[in-house]
């Protein structure tokens, strides 16, 4: 099949040992939207509902919209949707092909057309990943930010949405004028309290188009929290390569994923479900206690990781973890300052889950780029460093090593490495902490309050807190001095 594509037609010829999809993918019905069709949905949810339409459930296929860029569209639309998944490890790499997804749409190129699928009543379920900036609003309030630029292009012109919350009011608000029940939002983002913090927001966004909408959106549509966890780099040459290899054909957009995968959700759909418990998926009266441990634990300890970790010289989240200082300070911050902050899910063996995440961390097939985990800090600090830093003080203990972390971070976005190099630093205020950073130069008495008045990520309470303040500086202060790698050293030494 040299020079051949994967597709509906192709698909009879991929080889045995590639699972592929055992049921008739071209009858499947959609019967999930999905918002923000990237490699994390191909590689978790999309995998479970493949396995759901696998056992017969063929209501329950997924329309996925990109938002942004047509680039997975215009990949995957000659493949009738069909792409690779491979899990790799140290013990080698397995190929799937997912079938689930049943349909591709690109937003701003046909947004009525997102529009109309999001009113099918045949949809029951709008599930998002569109990354944390995604959700346009303040990070460490939670609440919609109304001046964002997306926000107020929604509100002046409300029927072609461009943001997520824009076409989740929209198409509410069709379902409601046309009587059709609404959806059920299933936020797969890395939020805190993801459910409530997306009803929040988008409570709020349809209260400003009219009040009546907003009472709506708070009173009748479920906003159930999830948990999600699979570690998913962008996808390579290397990785389209092996697939190629693998498949006998091309596939334009494969996906790569560790073989972990863990999907804990609130159980509270109104409208209806398939039947995720079958295939995996832990439905959980209050998804807070696992939220806690994996943002913290997991999340928490990739950006120390990728701060640090970029600014010494280390590619991937594998070369950071052989590095023994990185590695102890991963799991000193993991276990003293951390844990603590947890309630625990009944019957989880935290200290079990933490040797696997290590383990997981370690995977040498992965290759997940630390600049990769590195962007939008701005967005994923407040619940993955900063929550538990105050919780901490909240108990009165103190907080070295989550403030040496935050304090990576603030090395990191001054926009150059230990020599001079520039770090092209991703992230929705990257402008701002840049100008922050350079008017206050390499002193860390002057760089710290510069960078903790950005209260979007320290709010308003910590800048002012001396006992956060303080550790914050102090390791700064360390990090300029001697450089990340002497401070590491020290910093787990002590
Ligand atoms: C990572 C996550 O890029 C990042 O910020 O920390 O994508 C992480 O790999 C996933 O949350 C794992 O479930």
Known sequence: MSGA???????????????????????AQVGVVHLGVGAFHRAHQAVYLDDILGRGHAGWAVAGASLRSPNTSDALDPQDGLYAL?????????????????????????????????????????TLTVTEKGYCHDPAAGTLDEGHPDIRADLADPERPVSAPGFLVEALRRRRAAGIAPFTV????????????????????????????????????????????????????????????????????????????????????????????EVGVELV???????????????GAHSTMAYLGALAGYAHIADVMAAPAFARLVERLQDEEITPTLHLPAGVDV???????????????????????AMDGSQKLPQRLVAPARDRLAAG???????????????????????????EVRDPLAGRLRALADAAGPDADRLTPALLSVREVFGDDLPADPRFAGPVRAALGRILAGGVAASVAETVAG
């Not at 594509?5 to 009858?27: C, E, F, N, T």
């Not at 009266?285 to 999340?299: F, I, S, T």
């Not at 200290?351 to 995977?363: C, D, H, V």
Request: glycine share 6%.
């Open 5 to 27: 594509r994967l597709s509906l037609a192709s698909l009879a010829h991929v080889p045995a040992p590639v699972r592929r999809p055992g049921y008739d993918v071209a009858a």
């Open 86 to 126: 491979v899990t790799r490890s140290g013990e080698g790499d397995r190929l799937r092909v997912i079938g689930s997804l049943r349909r591709l749409l690109v937003a701003p190129r046909e947004p009525q057309a997102l529009l109309a699928a999001m009113t099918d009543p045949a949809v029951r379920i709008v």
């Open 186 to 277: 299933l936020c797969c983002d890395n939020l805190p309290a993801n459910g409530r913090t997306v009803a929040r927001v988008v409570a709020r966004l349809a209260a400003l188009r009219e009040a009546d909408l907003g009472r709506f959106v708070e009173g009748e549509v479920a906003f159930p929290s999830t948990m999600v966890d699979r570690i998913v780099p962008a996808t390579t040459d290397t990785v389209r390569a092996l697939v190629a290899d693998g498949l006998g054909m091309e596939d334009a957009w494969p996906v790569s994923a560790e073989p972990f995968s863990q999907w804990v959700v609130e159980d509270h759909f109104p409208l209806g479900r398939p039947p995720l418990e």
């Open 285 to 299: 009266p209050d998804v807070a206690p696992y939220e806690h441990m994996k943002l913290r634990l997991l999340n």
């Open 351 to 373: 200290g079990a889950y933490k040797r696997a995440l290590r383990e997981r961390f370690r995977n040498p097939a992965l290759k997940h780029r630390t600049w990769q985990i």
């Open 397 to 423: 203990a103190p907080i070295p090593l989550l403030a040496f972390a935050i304090a990576g971070w603030m090395r990191y976005v001054t926009g150059r490495d230990e020599h001079g190099t520039p770090i």
